[in-house]
């Protein structure tokens, strides 16, 4: 999954930002083919001092106009996303970072060193 709003960050501004009170926040989005419904969700990296309101009203509108024609379960996915919209969304930071640093682990001089020695 793309992880938005973390473009141009190193993992070291990541992980400081982490401990200023930045987040990684889910919106969950549920979405109805037929008979088969496909949940999506967008991952938003939030900094310290940023209102995820402007995120989660796009996914709420998102779950109004799609996800209510699914019966019976339609009004329980809008209702929701609105309880994510007053939350804030589902916080996924510990999972995101723990993924993050084992696929990018911080730069260590001392094994580059090693290798070239």
Partial sequence: ????NTEGLTMFEINVLVQQGGRFVVFPN??????KKFKR?????????????KYALK???L???VSWKMFPLG???????????IKGGKDYT???LDELNQN???????????KYN
Wanted: net charge neutral; aromatic share 20%; no cysteine.
């Fill in 1 to 4: 999954m793309k992880t938005n």
């Fill in 30 to 35: 549920t979405i109805s083919k037929l008979f």
């Fill in 41 to 53: 969700s967008n991952i938003y990296f939030v900094r310290p001092e940023e209102n995820t309101f």
């Fill in 59 to 61: 996914h709420f509108f």
């Fill in 63 to 65: 779950n109004l106009t």
């Fill in 75 to 85: 009004p329980v996915y809008v209702v929701k996303s609105l309880y994510y919209l």
């Fill in 94 to 96: 510990e999972a995101i």
């Fill in 104 to 114: 990018k682990p911080a730069y260590n001089p001392d094994i580059e060193f090693l």
